[in-house]
């Protein structure tokens, strides 16, 4: 029975698998994409901003931008000499998250548990004066991870509840014909009343076999 249970769950659980990766993976790219542009699209505005110093205005743009939902910080850097990202100070960064500001290794993306880090150039044409980094959080990802693990293990169990009841059923049926041969062969073995006969239980084999059974004992009780 345990054989049955296992090899039932195996075709479903490899198809929610493969069918979970690829849905992770199409929200992940659409949570880059959107992030992506975004940053880029900030980016361009605050070349102006950070070549002229204009502290307000990239405070008012860094607050605008994480007004956006799932935006939970951004931080602007500026070169000062050199074109090493070593070389960057920050020049503002929103007043919510000091705490998760390093100063940007590579410009790219990072993904984490919790978090994507998404770092642009700010430059116009070749010229490059700072960069802009942007945290965007994954909890809605992380939901829908813990959803599919919930629903993961309700389908489980009740695939393990159905497929346990359809295979005690299933033996039931193959048994019980089986047994009430037995029940009535021994009765006429203890009694001597070959005027018992075997109740038929099914219409298949088990079912014949009943009947042959029946035909001998009027064989038998006619002799």
């Known amino acids: 029975m345990l054989s049955t249970v296992i090899a039932t769950l195996i075709v479903p659980t490899i ?9 992770l993976s199409s929200t992940k790219e659409l949570i ?22 204009d502290l307000e205005t ?14 939970t910080s951004a931080s ?11 070389e960057y100070v920050l020049f503002c960064s929103t007043r919510d998250a000091p705490h998760e500001l390093n ?9 984490s548990e919790s978090a994507l880090q998404i770092v642009r150039p700010i430059q116009s044409g070749n010229q490059l004066i ?28 009740f695939m393990i509840i159905v497929i ?12 019980l014909p089986l047994q ?21 239980m099914s219409m298949d084999e088990f079912g014949k076999l009943t009947e042959l059974f029946n035909e001998m004992l009027d064989s038998i009780n006619e002799t």
């Not at 346990?164 to 048994?175: A, C, M, S």
């Not at 009535?184 to 070959?194: D, F, G, P, Q, T």
Request: with cysteine; proline share 2%.
């Open 164 to 175: 346990l009841f359809v295979t005690i059923w299933y033996q039931n049926t193959l048994t």
């Open 32 to 53: 880059f994409n959107d992030t992506a542009i975004l940053t880029e699209n900030i980016a361009k505005n605050l070349y102006p901003t950070l070549a002229f110093d």
């Open 58 to 71: 990239a405070q008012e743009e860094l607050q605008r931008l994480i007004a956006t939902p799932q935006i």
């Open 130 to 157: 700072g960069v802009i980094m942007v945290k965007r959080s994954l909890a809605h990802l992380q939901y829908k991870k813990d959803q599919f693990i919930r629903l993961a293990l309700t389908s489980w169990t």
């Open 180 to 200: 009430e041969l037995t029940r009535v062969a021994e009765k006429i073995l203890s009694e001597k009343n070959y005027k018992l006969r075997a109740k038929k």
């Open 15 to 23: 198809c929610a698998i493969v069918f979970f990766q690829n849905e």
């Open 76 to 86: 602007l850097w500026k070169m000062t000499e050199g074109n090493s990202l070593d």
């Open 103 to 111: 100063s940007p290794t590579a410009i790219g993306e990072v993904w």
